[in-house]
């Protein structure tokens, strides 16, 4: 009986586990033979017999990509459902265009810590998850200037308390995030925590959208 399900086997791509499900799914494509074509390495052969192959391999790949994501996810490839390399790299593309994503990743990575019973092994492990996590969220023109930009913006959010939660929250939902410009909103949420019990303020969410403007 043939195996119309294969993507089933594979936990459903979410907002959190880019990572994970990226592994999972090309271990997936390299048994059904469509790895290369899904990753654009292979292209349609003008030999019309092979090309009719090539169509049904692209069309599976489609298929199979469509059925490990979850709803949320779906609308990312909306309109390129018989590309399968387009939806590929259109799935890797948002993992990248979200700040707040790949500092979220890194405070997990530095709060990591070995379980009671955990293996050292097993430690190990996860932090290459991590660590592969950390490596894909990266935009293409990566430099060390980023990091250092990264890793101040990170310092800062992480050492607020709790009481600064919907701030952080609203901070992280943002387009851009980078030294200067989450400076900038730390001192304007000051100067309205300041003010604000003489004079009502903008909230913390409207100034973030003005300032990361």
């Known amino acids: 009986m043939p195996d119309a399900s294969a993507s089933k086997r594979?936990?459903?791509?979410?907002?959190?586990?880019y990572v994970s499900w990226a592994v999972d799914f090309s271990?997936?494509?390299?048994?059904?033979?469509?790895?290369?074509?899904?990753?654009?390495?292979?292209?349609?052969?003008?030999?019309?017999?092979?090309?009719?192959?090539?169509?049904t391999r692209q069309e599976k790949a489609g298929g199979e990509l469509m059925l490990s994501l979850s709803e949320e996810q779906r609308i990312h490839v909306?309109?390129?459902?018989?590309d399968p390399t387009a939806m590929w790299d259109a799935l890797q593309a948002v993992q990248q265009k979200i700040p707040g994503t790949c500092s979220n990743t890194f405070d997990d990575f530095f709060a990591l810590?070995?379980?009671?019973?955990?293996?050292?092994?097993?430690?190990?492990?996860?932090?290459?998850?991590?660590?592969?996590r950390i490596k894909?969220?990266?935009?293409p023109a990566y430099t060390l200037d980023f990091l250092d930009q990264e890793l101040a913006c990170m310092a800062l959010i992480r050492a607020?308390?709790?009481?600064?939660?919907?701030?952080?929250?609203?901070?992280?939902?943002?387009?851009?995030?980078?030294?200067?410009?989450?400076?900038?909103?730390?001192i304007q949420e000051e100067?309205?925590?300041?003010?604000?019990?003489?004079a009502p303020v903008a909230s913390s969410e409207a100034v973030l959208a003005v300032s990361l403007v």
């Open 78 to 82: 909306k309109g390129k459902e018989d």
């Open 160 to 186: 607020l308390p709790e009481e600064y939660s919907h701030f952080v929250s609203a901070l992280m939902l943002q387009s851009t995030l980078d030294k200067d410009a989450v400076v900038q909103v730390f």
């Open 27 to 55: 271990a997936l494509a390299r048994s059904k033979g469509f790895c290369r074509l899904l990753k654009g390495t292979e292209t349609c052969l003008q030999d019309p017999d092979k090309a009719e192959d090539w169509d």
């Open 10 to 17: 594979i936990k459903a791509l979410t907002k959190d586990n």
């Open 191 to 198: 100067n309205n925590r300041t003010r604000r019990s003489t």
């Open 136 to 139: 894909d969220l990266r935009p």
């Open 113 to 132: 810590r070995k379980r009671p019973e955990e293996s050292l092994s097993s430690l190990i492990a996860r932090v290459d998850t991590l660590y592969a």
